[in-house]
């Protein structure tokens, strides 16, 4: 055996093992990427979780908006009450 075989045989393992190697490290990068992704929702659901839930629940300190229209309403039905 020469020095040349080796070498050679050395770099056809060296390259299969790159080949095998790369895409694996590759789906592990992007699943960790996904996950990140996935708790950036989560964490997006649950903000709106608690705002639909203070809406519901009437507290509504936080939404001008929706507090002046749960007043507008609830004087018109003031007025409209049978």
């Known amino acids: 055996m020469n020095i040349m ?3 050679q045989n050395d770099t056809i393992y060296l390259i299969s093992t790159l080949v095998l190697s790369i895409p694996l490290i ?3 990068y992007e699943f960790r990427k996904f996950r990140f992704q996935l708790d ?3 964490d997006k659901a649950n903000k709106i ?3 639909i839930e203070d ?3 009437n507290k509504l ?3 001008p908006l929706l507090l002046d229209f ?3 309403v609830d004087k018109v039905n003031k007025v409209f009450k049978p």
Request: glycine letters at 4%; charged letters at 35%.
């Open 5 to 7: 075989s080796i070498i």
């Open 26 to 28: 590759w789906g592990v």
């Open 40 to 42: 950036d929702i989560k």
């Open 49 to 51: 979780d608690k705002q």
């Open 55 to 57: 809406i519901t629940s």
């Open 61 to 63: 300190d936080n939404y």
């Open 70 to 72: 749960k007043e507008v």
